[in-house]
Every structure is written in C-alpha cells, then in structure tokens.
C-alpha cells in the first residue's frame, strides 16, 4: 500500500508495461505500450477508460488490494 500523496507506479504483464502517475485522487497514464491494440479496437480516445486493466490494478496498489500484474514504485521515498 502506497501512502504517498503522489507517486509514480510501473504496472506490467507478460506483454505490455504501463507507466502511471497517481496524485490523492487522480491517475494519469503517462506511458502505455497496449495503447496502439486500445487504438485499433476503439477504446482509447484522449485518454486511457478507467475499466483499463493496468488502470485498475494502479487503483487496487494504492488502495493496499491484490493485483492481478505486477506493480513495482518507481520513485520510492527515502
């Protein structure tokens, strides 16, 4: 569980990696490599849906729940 007001989280499968920016309350994906196939099948428009499975799991990090990929902090406090 992340108690920082904002951090940064890099989520991963076997496939794809998604890098994320979590402020109190918002979450901003700053870089995706599943973007072009959300493209391709019409899900993404400006910005990532919040059903995304690498948005869900960032949300279920913070939260102190189970992830379904692994979720590492890029930017740990000292």
């Known amino acids: 569980m992340v108690t920082v007001e904002s951090t940064i989280l890099q989520v991963k499968n076997r496939r794809h990696t998604a890098v994320i ?12 490599t599943n973007s072009t196939n959300c493209r391709i099948q019409g899900v993404k428009g400006a910005g990532c849906p919040s ?8 949300k279920r990090y913070v939260q ?8 590492e902090v890029l930017n740990p406090n000292p």
Do not use: H
Not at 51 to 58: L, N, R, S, T
Not at 64 to 71: F, Q, W
């Open 21 to 32: 920016y979590v402020n109190e309350s918002k979450i901003e994906v700053v870089d995706c």
């Open 51 to 58: 059903y995304c499975p690498f948005v869900v799991d960032a």
């Open 64 to 71: 102190g729940l189970k992830t379904k990929y692994r979720v």
